[in-house]
Nanobody, 125 residues
Framework: QVQLVESGGGSVQAGGSLRLSCVVSGLTYSGNYIGWFRQVPGKEREGLAL????????LYADSVKGRLTISQDKAKTTVYLQSNSLKSEDTAKYYC??????????????????WGQGTQVTVSS
């Protein structure tokens, strides 16, 4: 079955960096978008970035442009999210998700079919 497994979360000081990983299995890796999302209890899930597994073209939410970088290692079917200059408001549970490519591209969580269990990121000031 399709599995997405996130790792790399943890506690970090404000201003620090983290790299999250998402290992994808159980589906043909090419032809998909793999996205990163986050959610704080009581709030809606927020789309952060996605990568096209064929073209490697990224899409970023305006709110995080310049601080996040999404990348992939096709051989490892793994997508990364590098987060820099972390702020306390970045504290959330971070999820990765997958969907077959669609146009126009969107970071709407409802467009994504397969989800991981999430990894917690806590940023202390």
């Amino acid at each position: 079955q399709v599995q997405l497994v996130e790792s790399g979360g943890g506690s970090v000081q404000a201003g620090g960096s983290l790299r999250l990983s998402c290992v994808v299995s159980g589906l043909t890796y090419s032809g998909n978008y793999i996205g990163w999302f986050r959610q704080v209890p009581g709030k809606e899930r927020e789309g952060l970035a996605l990568i096209d597994t064929d073209t490697e073209m990224p899409l970023y939410a305006d709110s995080v442009k310049g601080r996040l970088t999404i990348s992939q290692d096709k051989a490892k079917t793994t997508v990364y999210l590098q987060s820099n200059s972390l702020k306390s408001e970045d504290t959330a549970k971070y999820y990765c998700a997958a969907v077959r490519r669609f146009f126009p591209r969107s970071l709407a969580p409802g467009r994504f079919n397969y989800w991981g269990q999430g990894t917690q990121v806590t940023v202390s000031s």
